[in-house]
């Protein structure tokens, strides 16, 4: 079912779109619910993964956009939810998502995702719908080659040269400063604390891979300055990621000289 406008001038959704609105209003009325509040906890948990499972069986045609964008807020779509997402509809909800994940940035940061993030702001700023920027970020992520590793078993020149420009598009005239805007805020490594201590993130995943990547391979001052903050961070990673991170740097050092920053080895 599609939306259609009866006679009164009111638009019919689809099923999904008071579905859609059903879960949202569950995982506002349980978002504070803390470990003591055991059962309002596994509501809101419930109504998330019933977000997502909508998002893997693919939205229909006809959904009110601020409901996909509400969503797409409170639930961020993994990279293969977005193909999901979008196979049926092609490009109808790629100005919701964009809004989505605006509006999550603005109230969570970009934590844990960073995947959607980059595709969402290769949709904005380069006007590439979201299903093809995601095709681009699994070709580099595939590019990358973690094959279910902790790090690219692979970092030798022609690897990571094939990564960097499988990333181009995000590094492209117009949208460079975006990418580098959202390394800044969510590009491992990165630190972590708590109650219980601190430490440091790696890059996990291809898509993290090939940003610190890119980053590192662009010949510009601005992406310099978005490692050099992470340099002092690289020390306490345990291996084997700080071998395979400075493996990247010192690859990139034979690019582009003393301007990569490195750890002190």
Sequence with gaps: MTSTKTGAGVVRRPPTNAKLVRLLEEMDATSN??????????????????????????????????????????????????????????TEYDAAIVAGVRAHRADRGLEFVLWPALVATLTEHAGVPIAAANRLLLDAEALVGCHGASVPADRGAAVLDGVSAAMDAWFAPGVVAHTLSVAREAMPPTRWSNAGGDGVTPPHGGSQWALFIACALHPSEEAAAVLAPR?????????????????????????????????VE
């Design 33 to 90: 619910a803390t470990e003591a509040n055991a059962d309002a906890s596994r509501a809101y948990f419930a109504a998330s993964w019933a977000v997502q499972k909508l998002y893997r069986t693919g939205l229909p045609p006809g959904l009110d956009p601020a409901v996909v964008t509400n969503a797409v807020t409170a639930v961020m779509p993994l990279g293969y939810e977005l193909f999901y997402l979008t196979r049926r509809v092609g």
């Design 231 to 263: 340099v002092p961070l690289i020390s306490r990673l345990d291996e084997p990621n700080r071998t395979a991170v400075c493996d990247v740097l010192r690859h990139a050092r034979r690019l582009h000289g003393t301007r990569v920053p490195m750890p």
